[in-house]
Each structure stands twice: as structure tokens, then as C-alpha cells.
């Protein structure tokens, strides 16, 4: 089964800029969606089709997909951007999702 | 405005069986796709399934294949799954989350609800 991985935390200063990646064999091959989870809450969606954004996402948040590696980036991070971030894919009708990283804004 | 409004706190004992529901509102049933995610405690997301809201198709992860059952009732617009045979490490928070038919993406979730299994 495919297999996607994200490094389990990273850490940004407010004002400066955080990347999230998640690998995953070919995964520029394939659609990546970004979720934003705070404690307690649903996740909500941040990032769809590698980079597009929904409505009422701030434009700090972008993403790209190219070769193994998809990634989620965040500009002039905020105290409120602390959250966990999971990425996610469709492989053959079945959902996959990342581990999981945890922003912890410092 | 979509919206997914799950039932509350289930508590149940080992070996017995819970059906959550999710009820939604604020988009064309039929044209969207009804999934349950599983997040145990301190731990990431963990896809159980999906259901059509068009023709009650399911797909199932192979972790949940033969005790996880998703169903529909398209007159109330409402989606169920149900979890059979319940352990202690089934205890979790379950979200339903909602996509567009086709387009991979979950772009609303239901608010949880957290099952306990305990004897």
C-alpha cells in the first residue's frame, strides 16, 4: 500500500517561514491535499490539488508536489498557525494520509 | 453552508458493536462521497472508508474490511457507520468528512465523536 511520510514535528518563529514536506514514491504523480488540526478540533482543509487554496485560507499558505516530495509552505508564520498538519492522497479509490507533523511556533 | 453534525459520546463494552451518524446539510447528497476517518488518542488520521451518496458504493481500507459498515439513508440525507466486534484500541475519535464525487479532497468534516470502549 502506498505510503506517505512527513516528519513529525518542525518548528517556525513568528514572522519567518515553515515547510512541511511529505514523501511519498512518485508522489508528484498524484494530487496532495493538506489538512490543518488544532487540539480538540476537526481538521479542516488548508491546501487541495497540491496548491490550490480554499476559500478563507490565508495566501501565507501554499503548497507544491514535484518528483517524491509535496510540500506545504507557510509565510510570516503566526502563533495561531500552531497545529498539526496532514497531508493526504487517493491511490486506487483508497485514501491515504501522513503521519502527521506537528508546527510548533516558537 | 455544508454542514456534518455527528452524534454524541458513545461508551461501549469489548466485543460489542456502536452506529455513529453523521447527518448532513448544504449540498446535493448525491453528488458527493461520505468518508469515516478514525483518530486515536494522541495519534494521526487513519482512513476507514467511503460511501457514495449517488448509488451507496463503498470502498473500505483493508484495516477495517469485515467490521467497519457504511450505509446511507438518502431520504434523511444522513450517513452511518457501523463498527463491530469493539476493543479497547478501537477507542478513538471518528469523524466524517465529505468530497465532491471525484474529486479526492475532504472538504468539510463532521465535529467527531469520540467512542470509548471499556469493560
Known amino acids: 500500500s502506498y505510503v506517505l511520510t512527513q516528519p513529525p514535528s518542525v518548528s517556525g518563529t513568528p514572522g519567518q517561514t515553515a515547510t512541511i514536506t511529505c514523501g511519498g514514491n512518485?508522489?508528484?504523480?498524484?494530487?496532495v491535499h493538506w489538512y490543518q488540526q488544532k487540539p480538540g478540533q476537526a481538521p479542516v482543509m488548508v491546501i487541495y490539488y497540491d496548491g490550490d487554496r480554499p476559500s478563507g485560507i490565508p495566501e501565507r499558505f501554499s503548497g507544491s508536489n514535484a518528483g517524491n516530495t509535496a510540500t506545504l509552505t507557510i509565510t510570516r508564520v503566526e502563533a495561531g498557525d500552531e497545529a498539526d498538519y496532514f497531508c493526504?492522497?487517493?491511490?486506487?479509490?483508497?485514501?491515504?494520509f501522513g503521519g502527521g507533523t506537528k508546527l510548533t511556533v516558537l | 453552508q455544508v454542514h456534518l453534525v455527528q452524534s454524541g459520546t458513545e461508551v461501549k463494552k469489548p466485543g460489542a458493536s456502536v452506529k455513529l451518524s453523521c447527518k448532513t446539510s448544504g449540498f446535493i447528497f448525491s453528488n458527493y462521497a461520505i468518508s469515516w476517518v478514525r483518530q486515536a488518542p494522541g495519534q494521526g488520521l487513519e482512513w476507514m472508508g467511503w460511501i457514495s451518496g449517488y448509488n451507496a458504493h463503498t470502498d473500505y481500507s483493508q484495516n477495517f474490511q469485515g467490521s467497519v459498515t457504511l450505509t446511507t439513508d438518502t431520504s434523511t440525507t444522513t450517513a452511518y457507520m457501523e463498527l463491530t466486534s469493539l476493543r479497547s484500541d478501537d477507542t478513538a475519535v471518528y469523524f466524517c468528512?465529505?468530497?465532491?464525487?471525484?474529486?479526492?479532497?475532504?472538504?468539510?468534516w463532521g465535529q467527531g465523536t469520540l467512542v470509548i470502549v471499556s469493560s
Open positions: 468528512a465529505s468530497s465532491r464525487s471525484g474529486a479526492g479532497y475532504f472538504e468539510s
Open positions: 512518485n508522489i508528484g504523480s498524484k494530487s
Open positions: 493526504q492522497v487517493w491511490d486506487n479509490s483508497i485514501v491515504v
